[in-house]
């Protein structure tokens, strides 16, 4: 069984930093990308960042300039770097794997427990 744990979120002050992180564990051979979603109150979930196991990214336009998405494929693991935060990124970030090769030749997309970020003002 595969599973994602993420860490690192909690309470910050506007214009300050967070990172986030996000392991997988269990039978793995492969991971293709990974990525960070949020959702906030009363919004549907979105794509904040992506990375492919190549290293090639891709950012929500709201994001750009501030967050940075970073990974070690050797360990599984998924980062997030998010700098100037706002209020308004604010909610539960959730870390995405997706077409996850298993020894049994599965193809699996995994879904971490989230992990909240709150950003005062």
């Known amino acids: 069984q ?3 744990v993420e860490s690192g979120g909690g309470l910050v002050q506007a214009g300050g930093s967070l990172r986030l992180s ?3 564990f269990g039978s793995i051979f492969s991971i ?5 979603y949020r ?5 549907q979930r979105e794509l904040v960042a992506g990375i492919t196991s190549g290293g090639s990214t891709n950012y929500v ?3 750009k300039g501030r967050f940075t998405i ?6 599984n693991t998924v980062y997030l770097q998010m700098n100037s935060l ?12 997706d077409r996850v090769l298993t020894p049994t030749f599965e193809y699996l ?12 003002s």
């Open 32 to 36: 293709n990308a990974m990525g960070w």
């Open 61 to 63: 336009d709201s994001v």
């Open 2 to 4: 595969v599973q994602l």
């Open 109 to 120: 997309e995994i879904w971490g427990q989230g992990t909240l970020v709150t950003v005062s």
């Open 39 to 43: 959702q906030a109150p009363g919004n």
């Open 86 to 97: 706002k209020p308004e990124d604010t909610g539960v970030y959730y870390c995405n794997a």
């Open 70 to 75: 970073s990974r070690d494929n050797a360990k």
């Open 22 to 24: 996000c392991a997988a």
